[in-house]
């Protein structure tokens, strides 16, 4: 395994490699305006939801690494603590990237990438009319981390409305995960698509409690199929079925087939001797 140092890189080599380690990242379109209301819109992948209770998300608007200037976003949370975050999907991708551009500070980038200003409840930037969820947050804090290139801002907001288009929904009022068809940045110029080709559901042990790798007979544990995912997938459960186990490896490929289709329990009863 290879070592390195953060010191050991210079910004844009640190930046590149840690945009690309860690992903996906979800991406706040972020809707704000200076004090004299003027509108800036700027998409940022470094975001995340970070308690529901209270509802707080933060983005970062980090210093520009190749002059250590500063976005016109955090000027204007500065100025007037309130934005609107809206999450983004395929349908927007393109136009949210348009929004990137970095414009002079009076240019309006909600016209350029064509998305659509709405009017919000309780704060003063404009909510985006296309984006499948909508947040209006109340600032809470920006925290400096830093006054070099690459140094992030993070601004910590507390959500105090939500807006959410209809169509993404199911049934039963809840958001639809397969509706949504998010992206999320990756490094470089590189996205990913959450659809339905290619979600995937995993078990939470939250109120099971399951037997663990350690638990698994050796026949299984040491297989020459089974991959990390196929064990963790058979150590959830909350106990071994009785019996022997077989050790034939034609047979952990039948039951490695069930696991792709999360079949535990039938793949458990494939191994059973």
């Avoid at 990242?25 to 209270?54: E, M, Q, W, Y």
């Avoid at 350690?214 to 019996?243: C, H, R």
Wanted: aromatic fraction near 6%; hydrophobic fraction near 40%; include cysteine.
């Amino acid at each position: 395994m290879k070592t390195i140092s953060p010191k050991d890189l210079n910004n844009l080599q640190l930046q590149t490699l840690l945009q690309t380690a860690i992903a996906p990242r979800p991406i706040a379109l972020a809707s704000t305006v200076d004090k004299n209301g003027t509108v800036n819109l700027s998409p940022f992948s470094f975001f995340n939801l970070f308690s529901s209770n209270p509802p707080v998300v933060i983005f970062s608007p980090a210093r520009r690494v190749r002059d250590n200037t500063t976005k016109h976003t955090l000027q204007n949370v500065l100025e007037v603590p309130e934005v609107v975050i809206g999450i983004v999907n395929f349908n927007i991708v393109q136009q949210i990237s348009l929004a990137s551009t970095e414009y002079e500070k009076d240019v309006n980038e909600f016209v350029k990438s064509g998305l659509t200003m709405k009017y919000a409840d309780l704060v003063k930037p404009k909510l985006i009319e296309e984006c499948p969820v909508n947040l209006e947050c109340r600032v809470l804090e920006v925290k400096q981390l830093g006054t070099e290139g690459g140094a992030g801002n993070l601004v910590i907001c507390e959500i105090i409305k939500i807006h959410v288009r209809e169509e993404y929904m199911n049934e039963e009022g809840n958001l639809d995960q397969k509706k949504l068809d998010l992206v999320a940045r990756l490094g470089g110029n590189w996205y990913s698509r959450n659809n339905e080709t290619n979600l995937f559901e995993v078990p939470k042990p939250l109120v099971t409690k399951g037997i663990g790798f350690d638990q698994l007979p050796d026949v299984i544990k040491y297989s020459k199929v089974f991959t990390g995912n196929d064990l963790g997938m058979l150590a959830n459960v909350e106990e071994l079925p009785t019996g022997g186990y077989t050790g034939d490896e034609t047979i952990h490929s039948e039951a490695q087939q069930l696991l792709l289709e999360s079949k535990i329990e039938e793949a458990w009863s494939r191994l059973v001797l």
